[in-house]
């Protein structure tokens, strides 16, 4: 059992935004967020909480609220079909963890 | 620029043993951390542990500990899973990350190998 919760499943619709939460581990630590389409590698989208690395497009952006974290993706395309993870470094455990994982169809 | 690249996929037998290569180019080898992730089949990502590329020391997370070891070779910026009497409940994509920051508030893993599909079936 992952001590970050995301939720299962979301969907929406193509040019729809959508939203993906992590919640879990303490409030002052940054969260990262990878894309995995299936049979690929993970990919980092964002990291530091809030920053995208260059190659990532400004649709894909992340925030916080307390201990929750959310990944944000605008003007939703049907290429961004794929499992979204969050992780960060729990200080408490002092070790790294990994959310359960998201799947996202866009309809 | 950065890449990972990993070793092929295995088909073992139960009770073998298999060693899965990442190795490492576009930066310093010894500066950044390197971890494992195991993906079973169907399932989300876990995190198995990771090794300071600088010590060589290694940290397996809880259930990862017995018959599975982190080791380097600096020499050709690779690092390795060794993993011993295998079980078929060890198959799995196992990808190496390479980590930023590494056990700080602010880590993460930006750069992956592309995976190592590791099948034990008799």
């Known amino acids: 059992q992952s001590v970050l919760t995301q939720p299962p499943s979301v969907s929406a619709a193509p040019g729809q935004e959508v939203t993906i939460s992590c919640s879990g581990g303490?409030?002052?630590?940054?969260v990262s967020w990878y894309q995995q389409f299936p049979g690929t590698a993970p990919k980092l989208l964002i990291y530091?909480?809030?920053k995208r690395p260059s190659e990532i497009p400004a649709r894909f952006s992340g925030s916080k609220s307390g201990t929750s974290a959310t990944l944000a993706i605008t003007g939703l395309q049907t290429g961004d079909e794929a499992n979204y993870y969050c992780?960060?470094?729990?200080?408490?455990?002092?070790?790294?963890?990994f959310g359960g994982g998201t799947k996202l169809t866009v309809l | 620029q950065v890449q990972l690249v990993q070793s092929g996929s295995e088909l073992m037998k139960p009770g073998a043993s298999v060693k899965v290569s990442c190795k490492a180019s576009?930066?310093?080898?010894?500066?950044?951390?390197m971890n494992w992730v195991r993906q079973a089949p169907g399932q989300g990502l876990e995190w198995m542990g990771w090794?300071?590329?600088?010590?060589?020391?290694?940290t397996y997370v809880q259930g990862f500990t017995g018959h599975f070891v982190f080791s380097l070779d600096t020499s050709v910026n690779t690092a390795y899973l060794q993993i011993s009497s295998l079980e078929p409940e060890d198959t799995a994509v196992y990808y190496c990350?390479?980590?930023?920051?590494?056990?700080?508030?602010?880590?993460?893993?930006?750069?992956w190998g592309q995976g190592t599909l590791v099948t034990v079936s008799s």
């Open positions: 576009g930066y310093s080898f010894t500066e950044y951390a």
């Open positions: 090794i300071n590329t600088n010590t060589g020391n290694p």
């Open positions: 990350a390479r980590g930023r920051t590494w056990t700080s508030s602010a880590s993460y893993m930006d750069s």
């Open positions: 992780g960060k470094w729990d200080t408490s455990l002092d070790t790294w963890v």
């Open positions: 303490s409030s002052n630590i940054d």
């Open positions: 530091d909480t809030y």
